[in-house]
């Protein structure tokens, strides 16, 4: 009886490892697909010049934006995004649900 207590404990443990590592993947997901979105737009500034208008969007309405002052929010948010990203490539939830579904 005992047994079958400590197996069902371990089970909810293997099964909350499982949820965690599911929400982690999500947001890594997130962050990933943002990062890659704020490249693309890093790429696009930097082919514009001086002469180029650059608005950004604030909620319904667009805002124009100093060309300089663009390229620098979205190298902000790149690292914010960098920065971010990083716990979750060092600490991957993957290897302690291995070690526990090895047990």
């Known amino acids: 009886m005992a047994e079958l207590i400590q197996k069902k404990g371990e089970v909810e443990k293997y099964q909350q490892l499982q949820k965690d590592l599911s929400k982690s993947m999500s947001g890594r ?3 990933e697909s943002q990062l890659t979105e704020n490249n693309i737009v890093k790429e696009e500034l930097a082919l514009l ?4 208008v650059v ?8 805002v124009k934006q100093e060309l300089g002052e663009a390229r620098a929010t979205v190298g902000n948010r790149l690292d914010y995004i960098t920065s971010r990203i990083q716990p979750l490539w060092v600490m991957s939830p ?7 579904s090895a047990q």
């Open 49 to 52: 010049d001086g002469s180029n």
């Open 94 to 100: 993957g290897d302690s649900a291995d070690r526990t």
């Open 55 to 62: 608005f950004k969007l604030l909620g319904p309405v667009l």
């Open 29 to 31: 997901q997130k962050l």
